[in-house]
Each structure stands twice: as structure tokens, then as C-alpha cells.
């Protein structure tokens, strides 16, 4: 995910694959916390991942996904964060549902 509208961070994830990326389906939570002063006067969010996705703001999930792509084309969602936020506290998060890269040990339908 690129946050590159807030000062939450660039692209997110869990950090070098192991050998669970091969073998089985795996749930990977992402959870960012901010504090706005004041509302930007826009927040939009390109979100994007490798299989299934629910994206949170502030508890209320305003996006799933992704867009349909395939092993050379990779989609994202153009998410507009700002109705969402608040002054004080904000949190951003994201529910991902990886599928092992052997395509008989998960499911690739996304694709």
C-alpha cells in the first residue's frame, strides 16, 4: 500500500518471504496509526495487494479487493481515505489473504 497522501509510510509489508510463501494460505494484518491536527484537503490511498484484501479506516472497512490483474499486470484501487479520517487519532488498516505461489496449495482465481 502507498499512503503517499499522509505521513503514514510507503509500500507495507511483513518483510523477506519465507518458506510459508510456498506452502499454505496465510493471513498478514497491516495496522498504521496517525494523528491529524487538521483534515487534509484530500487523503487518497492506492491500494493494492497479491491476492484478497479488506482495507479499515478508523474501524469501517471502505474498500475490498483487488482489482482483477494477472501474473505480469498488477492492479490497484484508487481509495478515497478522506471522508473516513478524523481529527486526533486515526488508524489504517489492512486484512491480506496470501496464496502460496505453488499454484496447487491455494487458491489463484484472482488472477
Do not use: I
Not at 9 to 37: I, N, Q, Y
Not at 60 to 75: A, H, I, L, Q, T
Not at 80 to 98: I, M, Y
Amino acid at each position: 500500500m502507498n499512503w503517499s497522501n499522509l505521513p503514514l509510510s510507503d509500500w507495507m509489508w511483513t518483510g523477506e518471504p519465507d518458506a510459508a510463501l510456498h506452502t499454505r494460505p496465510e493471513f498478514v494484518l497491516f495496522r498504521k496509526e496517525f494523528t491529524l491536527a487538521a483534515l487534509p484537503d484530500r487523503c487518497e490511498a492506492k491500494v493494492s495487494a497479491d491476492s484478497r484484501y479488506k482495507l479499515f479506516v478508523n474501524g469501517e472497512c471502505v474498500e475490498f479487493g483487488p482489482e482483477k490483474g494477472d501474473r505480469s499486470v498488477w492492479f490497484y484501487e484508487t481509495v478515497d481515505l478522506l471522508p473516513h479520517l478524523r481529527t486526533g487519532q486515526n488508524t489504517v488498516a489492512a486484512a491480506v489473504l496470501r496464496y502460496p505461489l505453488l499454484h496447487d496449495r491455494g487458491c489463484h482465481s484472482v488472477w
